[in-house]
């Protein structure tokens, strides 16, 4: 299955959608938010997507209620671990605020995080796939980066969208 991860979208609504739009001519079956929506309102592109999604609060998402009452309680505090074609995949906002060997103890196989806006994939010593998108919101880098994830192969990728300084 084509996974869609991102995250640090920061109310950045234009940015959202492009990411939706992608997602849906991808194809994705999934989409995972790591993190740092900040506002309930910026959840209403979501709905465009043609698959499930699921997200976890990041460091700035104040309004925990209201986002998780406009997800539908989609969006959940981390550790969040689901399986994704089989494979275990954990999602967590800030990678700072945990262990990974603790993480990867129960079996997971894919470690999704945000936080850092840096992107970047890698695999450790351990063969756990640790996938940060990078911050979809562009604010701070002036990138706006989302990450692929091939569940069958293991195996992820970096996307950049386009940056417009008007968003």
Same mark, same amino acid.
């Given at each position: 299955?084509? *996974?869609?991860?991102?995250?640090?979208?920061?109310?950045?609504?234009?940015?959202i959608i492009?990411?939706?739009?992608?997602?849906?001519?991808?194809?994705? $079956?999934?989409?995972?938010?790591?993190? &740092?929506?900040?506002?309930?309102?910026?959840?209403?592109?979501?709905?465009?997507?043609?698959?499930?999604?699921? $997200?976890?609060?990041?460091?700035?998402?104040?309004?925990?209620?209201?986002?998780?009452?406009?997800?539908?309680?989609?969006?959940?505090?981390? %550790?969040?671990?689901?399986?994704?074609?089989?494979?275990?995949? *954990?999602?967590?906002?800030?990678? &700072?605020?945990?262990?990974?060997?603790?993480?990867?103890?129960?079996?997971?196989?894919?470690?999704?995080? $945000?936080?850092?806006?840096?992107?970047?994939?890698?695999?450790?010593?351990?063969?756990?796939?640790? *996938?940060?998108?990078?911050?979809?919101? $562009?604010?701070?880098?002036?990138?706006?980066?989302?990450?692929?994830?091939?569940?069958?192969?293991?195996?992820?990728?970096?996307?950049?969208? %386009?940056s417009d300084?008007? &968003?």
């Amino acid at each position: 299955m084509l *996974v869609g991860v991102i995250a640090d979208s920061h109310d950045n609504v234009p940015a959202i959608i492009e990411a939706v739009e992608f997602f849906n001519e991808k194809k994705v $079956g999934f989409v995972i938010h790591a993190g &740092d929506f900040i506002a309930p309102f910026t959840l209403k592109p979501l709905e465009e997507l043609r698959c499930p999604w699921i $997200g976890v609060f990041g460091n700035n998402d104040g309004e925990q209620k209201g986002l998780t009452q406009m997800s539908k309680g989609r969006i959940q505090p981390a %550790p969040y671990e689901l399986n994704l074609d089989g494979k275990k995949v *954990v999602v967590v906002h800030d990678l &700072d605020l945990f262990s990974i060997d603790e993480l990867a103890q129960g079996g997971a196989q894919v470690l999704i995080f $945000g936080h850092t806006h840096d992107p970047g994939i890698e695999k450790n010593a351990n063969g756990l796939l640790l *996938v940060n998108p990078g911050e979809l919101g $562009g604010w701070v880098t002036g990138k706006r980066t989302l990450a692929l994830l091939d569940t069958e192969k293991l195996e992820a990728s970096l996307e950049d969208l %386009p940056s417009d300084q008007t &968003d």
